[in-house]
């Protein structure tokens, strides 16, 4: 079962805003109000996904078991662009019987670059500076696009960027069932994650 909601993030000059609802739905009932869809990989790196939530604690595990393989092996934590690989072949390697979860990976690169990479469910992937995923990125991606081509300066103002993807969730809230409640905001920078919640209609 698809419990849907949204997640969108947008990649700006050594920052990166990522955004998620907290509605979990299946079908016309909710199931919780405070389901946060971002999960923190490592201090500069964040997975959003838009899912059925048991398949993406499925996918979480794996993740974490590889990523403590690494660190053992490695003696240091992923870089993003590294998870960015991992979690693409994770998916591809369930390509048969895919997880059902549709997903963002933003981070920090260790030279400051901002990157947004989105996922089909079996691990295709694309880093375009911004993208969305689940039941409202049909209105999302038109709207970070249009914001990137109104004002250009959204990705060097955390401000603006914060506030655009604030807008973008508000809006699909009022025209998709399935997202609400209150808005999950996180800001990646090489200091770390900054997370905010405002709150969306309730209805």
Not at 18 to 24: A, I
Not at 95 to 108: A, E
Request: net charge neutral.
């Amino acid at each position: 079962m698809f419990h849907a909601g949204a997640v969108l993030g947008l990649a700006g000059d050594g920052f990166v805003v990522v955004g998620g609802d907290t509605r979990m739905s299946a079908g016309y009932s909710i199931m919780s109000r405070n389901e946060c869809k971002l999960w923190q990989i490592t201090d500069r790196c964040v997975l959003a996904s838009s899912c059925m939530k048991a398949e993406l604690e499925g996918l979480k595990q794996n993740v974490e078991r590889s990523i403590a393989d690494y660190e053992f092996k490695i003696g240091k934590k992923p870089s993003p662009k590294s998870i960015v690989s991992l979690i693409s072949k994770t998916l591809y390697s369930r390509r048969f019987f895919p997880y059902y979860t549709f997903n963002l990976v933003c981070g920090i690169e260790d030279d400051g670059t901002a990157v947004v990479n989105s996922y089909d469910a079996i691990g295709s992937y694309g880093s375009e500076g911004h993208g969305a995923q689940g039941n409202g990125n049909h209105m999302l991606v038109p709207w970070l696009d249009s914001q990137m081509r109104v004002d250009p300066s959204v990705r060097q103002s955390k401000d603006k960027a914060i506030q655009a993807i604030l807008k973008g969730i508000v809006g699909a809230s009022e025209r998709e069932i399935t997202v609400g409640d209150s808005a999950d905001i996180w800001v990646l920078t090489k200091e770390g994650v900054e997370k905010h919640r405002f709150p969306l209609r309730k209805d």
